[in-house]
């Protein structure tokens, strides 16, 4: 049955007034809704203490739960308000405001969390990360228990954490990293079972993972990096299977890697390194067919590399440096479409380069393994990042042009050899020519380096080589520059550029002649700088060998200088040089911060290297003239052509002596044997044309 029009336009016009009449109540409810007194002491007390204030944006008319901090469309993490606090103002009949949120990040803050922190109570989500808050974190953090999202990340905190946040079991993200805390980790995180994000990377924490944290099964990223852990690597880890990203670098913990780890099969990016004592194969690799990302860099890994890594895995990353990997590499690897770096370099790998390459492939290290044979044609492309040195490789006319200097840093350091036509070396890494206050000239090294590369100077005097892809950093630069005028030098110029390396870097000193060294190496940091703020709070971390004895462990700047970073440091150490040749090896074990104050801040800076002899030197101390090497071509050549002529002529002789011995030979085996018959030109040849001296007698038997 039909409605009447009548009817139609009444519910019409109910509708119309219903909403005029809700849109008119919504503002009065917020307007009459106010923040709770005892939220608004505290949150006031904590602004002052802090010395900040709320923003116009969401302080309104001196109401802290209003604007912003009440709008659905403005999310807590929105980067345009800070500070920012979110209201909830549902309570008591839409009354009364609750502070659910609170971010105060990237503002310097300093000094100690005042305790009315701990008493907003309905907070769920508190970011107070890249601050330079200090102080302890206290018990009273226990009284939040609607926390879900909790960040203390790149402050100065110190002390215990508090074994409190065990009670905070809606916990979904837990990030206490780059901080100064002190003892282990509180089993009673254990209890955070709803835990999906955990970061305690470079903490300060020490000890051992507490065997409660087999509950934490719902994690899908963990970052455990630069802490003190000891003991082995537990096997709940492998119960962790929703994990989709997990780091452990620079740790104490010790191998093998557990069997569990195959559990894993979510991850798209493993960070695994400095695993002591881990002997371990790839094998727990086979399942994890969503990797992208996979680092197992200086884990003692052994085996060989499995042949079907670049068929069945996703990878465009794959580092596998520093271990003692063995066999051929793998065709797969060269063929995959995704995989644009690769690091294999340090290991004791065989064989010879693939003849093709997969076009995305763009960075390969093989450095300093047992490779041998000719380059394939592919090494000459064009935008291709190649490390190549410390191997048996044949470097043809060719090659030689595209990599200069290449069959100089192949194994034994083919070049200048014997004598030696140096005695020191000089260079301004990162940097130009400089003639420093006490006149030594140290040689420009400003060649832009990639994540796999060397380079070896014209005179073939010095050489440097890179490796390593700097994680999380969008800009992979591996030459820093400031203005920075320091302290304690008369040079600051030389401080002004810096070399940085991911992973490994390596000076040498090249064609030296043999005998006692003094190598100084000199640092100035220029990316970690400043005082009290969260940008000064990094930590850079690496160790330092020199002909490939470890001479400093964990080589710390930040202490070194009682954390000014106006200082430089200058590090002189002895080395021996027998084969003509010095190696600097600055290497990243996987320690200090990763991300202050930028993420890829972390591993080797270096400011200059020189080396001067500790004997009185007998070499010229520069590369021999080209007319020199010209003469010395010419009379090798000479030397070398009266050679072979000898020998040319002993063999022609030596031919003919055999030639004529079987000549003779030839004669004797041809004569047949006739006995009683003779031809009279026999006879008449052997009595001599029958002179009578030869008659042996007359008649037909003699006389």
Not at 96 to 115: F, K, Q, T, V, Y
Not at 448 to 463: I, N, Y
Request: glycine content about 8%; charged content about 15%; aromatic content about 8%.
């Amino acid at each position: 049955m039909p409605i009447p029009r009548s009817l139609n336009l009444s519910v019409a016009v109910w509708f119309v007034s219903m909403s005029c009449f809700f849109h008119l109540v919504r503002p009065q409810n917020q307007t009459t809704a106010t923040t709770d007194p005892d939220e608004a002491r505290a949150l006031n007390k904590i602004f002052a203490t802090w010395k900040i204030t709320a923003t116009d944006a969401w302080n309104i008319s001196g109401e802290l739960c209003s604007g912003a901090a009440t709008e659905d469309s403005v999310s807590i993490d929105n980067l345009a308000f800070n500070p920012l606090i979110k209201c909830d103002c549902s309570f008591l009949g839409s009354t009364i405001c609750r502070i659910i949120a609170l971010r105060a990040r990237g503002m310097d803050i300093a000094g100690p969390i005042p305790e009315e922190l701990w008493s907003l109570v309905y907070i769920s989500n508190l970011n107070l990360n890249q601050n330079f808050l200090s102080g302890s974190l206290s018990p009273g953090i226990g009284n939040l228990t609607s926390m879900q999202w909790m960040t203390f990340g790149a402050n100065s905190l110190s002390g215990p954490v508090p074994k409190e946040i065990g009670l905070l079991t809606d916990l979904r993200s837990l990030a206490i990293d780059m901080n100064n805390f002190s003892g282990s980790l509180p089993p009673e995180i254990g209890n955070c079972t709803r835990l999906v994000k955990m970061y305690i990377g470079s903490s300060g924490l020490t000890g051992e993972l507490p065997s409660s944290f087999a509950n934490l099964v719902d994690l899908e990223e963990a970052w455990v990096n630069d802490i003190q852990l000891t003991g082995q690597i537990p096997d709940f880890i492998g119960n962790w299977t929703k994990l989709t990203t997990l780091r452990i670098l620079g740790t104490s913990l010790s191998g093998p890697i557990p069997s569990t780890f195959a559990n894993l099969i979510s991850l798209t990016e493993l960070r695994l390194g400095e695993i002591s004592n881990s002997n371990s194969s790839l094998q727990f690799i086979q399942g994890m067919k969503s990797l992208s990302v996979l680092v197992l860099r200086n884990n003692n890994l052994t085996g060989t590399i499995p042949s079907n890594i670049g068929d069945d895995f996703q990878l465009r990353q794959l580092d596998l440096s520093f271990n003692n990997l063995t066999g051929k590499i793998p065709a797969s690897l060269f063929n995959s479409r995704q995989l644009t770096h690769l690091f294999l370099g340090n290991n004791k790998l065989s064989g010879s380069l693939p003849t093709q390459k997969s076009p995305s492939l763009s960075n390969l290290d093989v450095s300093y393994n047992e490779l041998a044979g000719n380059l394939p044609s592919w090494v000459r492309l064009p935008n291709l990042q190649l490390n190549l040195i410390a191997n048996y490789f044949t470097v043809g006319s060719s090659n030689r042009r595209v990599f200069p200097g290449l069959d100089c840093l192949q194994k034994n350091f083919r070049c200048n050899r014997g004598k030696g036509v140096y005695f020191n070396f000089s260079v301004n890494c990162g940097g130009p020519d400089i003639r420093s206050s006490s006149g030594a000239l140290y040689e420009k090294d400003d060649r832009e380096l990639g994540p796999a590369s060397f380079f070896v100077s014209k005179t073939q005097r010095w050489a440097v080589s890179n490796v390593g892809l700097f994680t999380g950093s969008n800009s992979n630069q591996y030459i820093a520059t400031s203005v920075t005028r320091f302290a304690n030098t008369s040079d600051s110029e030389l401080f002004q550029s810096a070399r940085l390396s991911a992973s490994s870097l390596r000076y040498f000193g090249l064609g030296l002649e043999n005998g006692g060294y003094g190598v100084t190496v000199q640092f100035g940091e220029i990316q970690i700088q400043g005082s009290n703020t969260w940008g000064s709070l990094g930590r850079r971390l690496f160790d330092i060998y020199v002909q490939g004895k470890l001479v400093e462990k964990d080589f710390d700047m930040h202490r070194t200088t009682n954390g000014s970073t106006a200082r430089v440091i200058q590090r002189v150490y002895k080395a021996n040089v027998s084969e003509n040749y010095i190696d600097i090896h600055l290497f990243w074990a996987g320690k200090g911060t990763c991300c202050i104050p930028a993420q890829g801040t972390y591993g080797p800076l270096v400011s200059a290297i020189s080396a001067t002899p500790d004997f009185v030197p007998t070499v010229d101390n520069k590369m021999p003239s080209k007319s020199k090497k010209k003469i010395g071509i010419i009379v090798g050549a000479i030397v070398g052509a009266g050679m072979i002529s000898i020998l040319v002529i002993a063999i022609i002789l030596i031919i003919r002596r055999k030639r004529k011995r079987a000549a003779d030979e030839e004669v004797l085996h041809s004569l047949d044997i006739r006995p009683y018959t003779f031809t009279y030109s026999e006879l008449k040849t052997a009595t001599q044309d029958f002179d009578p001296s030869n008659k042996l007698g007359e008649g037909g038997f003699g006389p």
